[in-house]
């Protein structure tokens, strides 16, 4: 008798097993064919060479080598996706916040606000590019309209390679300001009123209230903010596409799109290859970099 | 959480009360010091997107008019007319409709299955492969898409839209994720009482875990769709017909072809116009999902 429940213990138990791992199939299934095996793939061919039509040849590290030491694209691609960078990450925290605190308010239409901040994060970049490449034609273009009223002579912005990178951070900013505008909302929203009491009471004012409260508690967001957007600045590419092409004199080719031009266009795929797992690295390392410095400037409330 | 609870709590300043005149007074100003830069900036944020309208409609004379004007006058629909001779751009429509409805149902299915099974059931590497599973979320995209080529290349389904709903359907770690700690949160004592019932794994999973976490799966949903429809690299790589291209990848090819109609900026105006709508349809019904998803990675992710 024992020995009979305890089976149909275990053969429930099987089933559930079973049942599982039915459950799980399909996405496992997903993560081998479409990450597991391409990541391993992608390595390999970065140490070949292979055009898809012959059989790739191994190669060693000849396509790093060529990337840093004989290519003239990939390091102006580097420096232009690092400026990119640089130019979206830290202006567009920091107006975010400052947006956020605003809105954060008890104002009347807040669900207008969040419309227009909001809509151009769900457009298609696609649509917002076509859009400033019209906003920014050197003769036409309404921006320059708006600058010439305010007495200045409007840049020829992407028709300019020194304006070029500029004009797509400024675009970037505005796209995305309203996506971490939403989620420091979120994070405001999550700290105690509480402090803010304690404080008044203590005859804090708001500057003290705002850097001994809000920014502290808040720099859990903040560093989330930070390393999403860091990632998602690395992997640029279809607002340059669209505004630029990459150009003009490659001005705006970033490390993403000399990826896609030497794979498709070209067909080197042991560059373009070498190229994904350089930016890969770069992407690790920083976010690596990112939750190694949280422990001087993110702040925990205990408990959590 | 709340969103709104914050909004309900007391003001720090009502903890030292004013008389009523300097407290409206203070009001007033607090609100005017809040109010004039943020409509300030609202005008600035909101700007282009009226723009974008303002020059769809206008005509090719008044595109180049100085001063720039904002509402076309007569209103010149023209451009969008022009654009459908051009492109055949409700096929475009409705290939990112099919790609993107087709992948989010997909990717929904699979992905709440498998959260189900790893927030709520025990089997043997269920640890592992989660572990497995959160860390290809650090693999960009930009390094699959190469071995993903070869692989459509190899089943045949370049220039077929197969290429870009497939592998959607098999789900992703993001959604996994998300849902796992929805799922987590639902009380166990359903669960028991289902199974006290005679409820299998499929009934709990189907008649408690879906309906009760429908508001996670729309949140999914919606940024599912969200990146089905945007996405350019993925249509630019595998589609080369032009019947078979995307909203995205039309918008693209319409760059260089514009030029050929009479009201050429215009004609662009209204293209971009119509790659944004129906992500603007999509956000006024489902914005709840869109804010929440966003607050509910950002805080717990």
Avoid at chain 1, 199 to 215: E, P, V
Wanted: proline share 6%; with cysteine; aromatic share 14%.
């Amino acid at each position: 008798m024992v020995v009979r429940k305890r089976a149909t213990l275990s053969g429930l138990r099987r089933q559930e097993e079973l049942t599982a791992w039915l459950f799980v199939a399909p996405v496992a299934l997903g993560i081998l064919l479409f990450q597991v095996y391409p990541v391993l793939f992608s390595l390999y061919i970065s140490f070949t060479t292979w055009n898809l039509i012959r059989p790739p040849r191994w190669a060693g590290i000849t396509n790093y080598v060529h990337l840093f030491t004989t290519d003239f694209v990939f390091p102006t691609a580097l420096l232009n996706t690092a400026e990119y960078a640089l130019g979206t990450v830290i202006p567009g925290i920091a107006l975010a916040l400052v947006f956020a605190l605003l809105l954060n308010q008890q104002i009347r239409g807040r669900f207008v606000y969040r419309a227009i901040y909001f809509v151009p994060v769900i457009a298609p970049t696609v649509s917002i590019a076509i859009l400033w490449t019209w906003i920014y034609d050197p003769s036409f273009g309404v921006l320059n309209y708006a600058l010439k009223i305010i007495g200045i002579t409007g840049p020829p912005w992407i028709a300019d390679s020194a304006w070029a990178m500029p004009s797509v951070i400024i675009m970037a900013i505005w796209q995305s300001l309203g996506f971490n505008i939403v989620i420091f909302l979120a994070g405001l929203q999550g700290i105690s009123q509480d402090y803010y009491e304690a404080a008044a009471i203590d005859g804090a004012n708001a500057i003290r209230r705002f850097s001994a409260i809000t920014l502290p508690l808040l720099s859990p967001v903040t560093f989330f903010v930070l390393v999403l957007s860091v990632i998602n600045a690395l992997q640029v590419f279809t607002a340059p596409y669209v505004l630029t092409r990459g150009g003009p004199a490659n001005a705006t080719m970033t490390i993403v799109m000399y990826l896609y031009n030497e794979a498709f266009p070209y067909q080197s795929m042991g560059v373009a290859s070498a190229i994904a797992y350089c930016l890969f690295v770069i992407i690790v390392a920083l976010t690596a970099l990112n939750f190694y410095l949280q422990k001087v400037w993110v702040f925990y409330e205990e408990g959590t | 959480m709340s969103r709104e609870a914050p909004v309900l709590a007391s003001s720090p300043r009502q903890a030292i009360r004013p008389s009523r005149r300097q407290f409206r007074m203070r009001r007033l100003v607090g609100s005017l010091t809040i109010h004039v830069p943020l409509s300030l900036c609202g005008v600035v944020m909101a700007f282009p997107l009226v723009w974008l309208l303002s020059t769809s409609l206008k005509d090719p004379g008044e595109q180049f008019a100085f001063p720039p004007q904002l509402i076309p006058t007569p209103l010149y629909l023209k451009n969008f007319t022009d654009l459908f001779r051009l492109l055949p751009m409700w096929l475009f429509i409705f290939n990112s409709m099919k790609i993107s409805v087709l992948s989010v149902v997909g990717g929904c299915l699979s992905s709440a299955l498998a959260a189900f099974a790893f927030a709520r059931m025990r089997f043997r590497g269920r640890d592992v492969l989660f572990a497995v599973l959160l860390a290809t979320m650090m693999i960009p995209t930009q390094v699959t898409i190469i071995p993903t080529f070869v692989l459509m290349r190899l089943l045949g389904w370049l220039n077929n839209h197969a290429a870009l709903i497939v592998p959607n359907v098999f789900g992703s770690a993001f959604n996994v994720f998300l849902l796992r700690q929805f799922y987590r949160g639902i009380p166990q004592d359903l669960i028991d009482s289902a199974k006290i019932d005679g409820a299998g794994f499929v009934r709990i999973f189907w008649q408690i875990f879906i309906p009760l976490g429908t508001p996670a799966l729309a949140s999914v949903a919606v940024f599912n769709f969200l990146w089905s429809w945007n996405d350019l690299l993925g249509p630019l790589i595998f589609l080369n017909t032009q019947n078979n291209f995307t909203i995205t990848l039309g918008l693209t090819f319409l760059q260089g072809r514009a030029g050929e109609t009479r009201g050429h900026w215009g004609v662009m105006m209204a293209g971009a116009l119509l790659g944004v709508i129906p992500m603007i349809v999509l956000y006024l019904l489902a914005q709840r999902y869109f804010v929440q998803g966003l607050a509910r990675t950002g805080i717990k992710g």
